[in-house]
């Protein structure tokens, strides 16, 4: 029976958890995730977590923040004054948008708290930090030519 391999586009259903048991993100219900093994199209433990997979096969991973989306950076959490939004947005807990950095770069934010004129932003993604839980399912694998092995 074929494996998954590196190079192999593979199409698989998946539930993401935290620690506590909170479903973060599913397929369940949706089209099942494809992507390329060794493309980096995902993070690095989910690619590691499906090498090796069977067709039907169901797996259960756990992935450390090393290999998810990093460890939790307090400095990626700053306080502005109220005064820097425009007038038309209401800074509000949970929003997000993107804040352009002097670089020109422009990074993904969301707001955790507004107190009185201090709004504080976390530039963090929303999963650094976390250990991620996968229970995975292959559907297909796609082998592509150059990871065929001819006799």
Same mark, same amino acid.
């Given at each position: 029976?074929?494996?998954?391999? $590196? ?33 980096? @199209? ?68 969301? &707001?955790? $708290? ?15 930090? @976390? ?17 065929? &092995?001819?006799?």
């Amino acid at each position: 029976m074929s494996q998954v391999r $590196e190079g192999d586009t593979i199409t698989l259903h998946y539930t993401g958890k935290l620690d506590d048991g909170t479903v973060f993100d599913s397929s369940v219900g949706r089209q099942p995730l494809r992507f390329t093994v060794g493309a980096n @199209e995902v993070i690095p433990g989910f690619e590691a977590g499906a090498v090796g997979m069977s067709v039907g096969e169901k797996r259960d991973i756990v992935i450390t923040p090393d290999q998810a989306y990093g460890p939790y950076f307090e400095e990626l959490v700053k306080i502005v004054a109220r005064e820097n939004f425009p007038p038309e947005v209401t800074p509000a807990v949970g929003l997000m948008f993107e804040m352009q950095l002097p670089s020109g770069e422009a990074i993904p934010v969301r &707001i955790i $708290e507004v107190e009185g004129e201090d709004v504080t932003l976390d530039a963090n993604h929303l999963l650094a930090g @976390e250990t991620l839980f996968f229970n995975l399912e292959l559907v297909s694998i796609d082998k592509t030519a150059s990871s065929i &092995i001819l006799p």
